[in-house]
């Protein structure tokens, strides 16, 4: 049975019992949420079967932590950033698929010509060569389009040093890239 809830009653009660361990209702939570929520793990892995186990696992902890949403925000907001720490730590325990999903940078334009594919290829490239601090959140501001203040709050750092280490990343790749060309 597939339900859309769109109602806030709605969504409060499925949230209550599912606190309460009720499996249907878990289950129609996890089945509302799901989709989504894979988009945006197979973003971070660019692998289907490595963002089904995010997926899994961040499930898994949404549920055992059900107890902690308060209500201050969205519960859409709330499970965003338990799949987000989610697969931060899955990325960095899996090192191999750090570089899989810097290779697999979307192109914007998909009427892009031979030369601009081949800078596309030098950025990636490029970006590939950056130390792990730096490509992190080169990455999440550039490619996920987070912001300084919620990269912080993903990886515990202050914005300040988000900032920093984006502006490093930036002035690292054009240095790099002005010498290839």
């Not at 660019?46 to 963002?51: I, T, V």
Request: glycine share 4%; charged share 25%.
């Amino acid at each position: 049975m597939e339900i859309t809830v769109n109602n806030a009653n709605v969504l409060s009660c499925l949230i209550y019992e599912s606190k309460m361990g009720n499996s249907k209702m878990q289950k129609l939570l996890y089945d509302q949420y799901a989709d989504t929520m894979f988009t945006m793990c197979f973003r971070f892995t660019k692998n289907k079967e490595d963002a089904q186990d995010i997926l899994q696992e961040a499930f898994i902890k949404v549920f055992r932590n059900l107890h902690n949403f308060r209500g201050d925000g969205s519960f859409e907001g709330w499970i965003r950033k338990i799949i987000k720490h989610t697969a931060l730590t899955y990325l960095r325990d899996n090192k191999k698929h750090i570089h899989q999903s810097c290779l697999n940078i979307p192109v914007a334009d998909k009427t892009s010509t031979v030369l601009d594919k081949l800078a596309e290829k030098d950025i990636v490239k490029t970006v590939t060569t950056l130390p792990s601090g730096y490509r992190k959140i080169f990455l999440m501001h550039i490619v996920e389009g987070y912001n300084h203040r919620e990269i912080a709050g993903i990886l515990g750092c202050s914005e300040g040093t988000s900032k920093s280490q984006f502006y490093r990343s930036r002035t690292r790749i054009q240095k790099i890239l002005k010498k290839t060309a």
